[in-house]
Structure formats: C-alpha cells, structure tokens
C-alpha cells in the first residue's frame, strides 16, 4: 500500500534559519509529489510540485525541493525562513488515477 | 476568479441530524473529493468522483454519502451514523489526468453536539 510520511510533526526553528521539512513515500513506482501548505482554518495551498524532469523543484514563496528515487524521498527546504512561513506542511503523492495520499503533516513554528 | 467555494465556513448541529456541506467549483474540473481533517492525522479521502455522476468511496465513507448531479456541484452529507462527525471537511477538485493537482476550498468546520 502507498503511504507518505512526514518526519517530526512539530518543527521549530529561528527567523532566518534554514527550514528543511521532510517527506518519504513508499511506492516501487515513482509517484507525483505535491507539497501544501495549510494556514489555520483555510484550505490547502500548492506550494510546489514534481511530475517528470528536473528533480529540484522551486515553488512559491522561496521554497524547493529535490526528488531523490534513491532514497523515495522529497524534502522541502526554503534557506531562510520568515515569519510568515509559520503554517502545516503536507507532503503528498499521487499515481495514474488521480487518487491522493497525504502525510500527517508537519507544523513549522517560526521564532524571533 | 476561478475556485472552489465551500458553504458554510462553520456548522453547528445537534446529534442525530444529518446535515450537508457545499462544494461548488468553476475551475471545470472533472475530478472532485472530499476530505476530513483531524489534528494529527492528516487528509482523509471520503469520497471521490472523477466524472458526472459516478464516485467512489475513500478511506473513511462510513456514514458519509455523496451525489455528482453537475460538473460544478459535489455535496456531502453527513449522517447520523457517522459516529465522530465533527471534523474539519475540505474539498478539492482536480483535471483528470497523470501529475495534476488538487485545489482546495477554505473548508468547513463542523461541530456535532
């Protein structure tokens, strides 16, 4: 069965530090990778997505990610984080049939 | 602008009423789905359809229903045997086809007391 986890439901880190969340799916079959962001109370958010190509992917709001096949993993990172970065993060997959799996997500606490 | 609208924004209910939440979209998508949200535990996928009238269950459809009468239209309702009804619900819609993403409406809270 497909699944997606997301490593550490809490991350904290300082104004200006470099967030990494990160994401690990299993599957033989390399999927479709999607990272959102959700702020309280509001639908998700596209933030980035990796379908073929390039397996670093830029998103919005200066956030990337890089596809590893090796280690089926995609973690986000963005070099210096922002106040306004403090939100939940899910990372998810898809396959052939436009089903979505999501990761429990992951809450990026942002301190002054 | 295009999007997904969900009505309302917070829903209040007393046990044993069914109630139904709105999904409307004019993003002419093919493919809508609903999810649950519970702290801690992620999207959970309801109930899905990719074409007018036809869906499929999800992950959690117990006391859950659905209908596709329209493109634009994918209500749900939650039942009373729906036995931990209240939950953050989210709909999303999403092309038919390989590596398309889903987009999202703001959600509705519901609460069941």
């Known amino acids: 069965a497909q699944s997606v986890t997301q490593l550490g439901s809490h991350v904290s880190v300082s104004e200006g530090a470099l967030v990494l969340l990160r994401c690990n799916y299993s599957?033989?079959?390399?999927?479709?990778l999607f990272w959102y962001v959700q702020y309280p109370n509001q639908g998700l958010q596209l933030l980035l997505k990796?379908?073929?190509?390039?397996?670093l992917v830029k998103g919005i709001n200066g956030f990337e990610a890089e596809f590893k096949k090796s280690e089926t993993s995609f973690h986000l990172t963005k070099p210096s984080a922002h106040m306004s970065d403090a939100a939940e993060y899910f990372c998810?997959?898809?396959?052939?049939?436009?089903?979505?799996?999501f990761g429990s997500g992951t809450k990026l606490n942002v301190k002054p | 602008d295009g999007g997904i609208t969900q009505s309302p924004k917070y829903l209040f209910r007393k046990e044993g009423q069914n109630v139904t939440l709105s999904c409307e979209q004019n993003?002419?998508?093919?493919?809508m789905y609903w999810y649950r949200q519970d702290p801690g535990q992620g999207l959970r996928l309801i109930y899905y359809?990719?074409?007018?009238?036809?869906?499929q269950k999800g992950d959690i459809a117990e006391g859950y229903s659905v209908s596709r009468e329209k493109k634009e239209s994918f209500p749900l309702t939650v039942t009373s045997a729906q036995k931990n009804p209240t939950a953050f619900y989210l709909c999303?819609?999403?092309?038919?086809?390989?590596?398309?993403?889903?987009?999202f409406g703001p959600g509705t809270r519901l609460t069941v007391t």
């Open positions: 998810a997959v898809s396959y052939n049939f436009n089903k979505f799996y």
């Open positions: 999303a819609s999403s092309i038919t086809g390989k590596g398309y993403e889903q987009y």
């Open positions: 359809s990719q074409i007018v009238n036809d869906f």
């Open positions: 990796y379908t073929t190509g390039a397996t």
């Open positions: 993003l002419n998508h093919d493919a």
């Open positions: 599957s033989s079959v390399p999927p479709y």
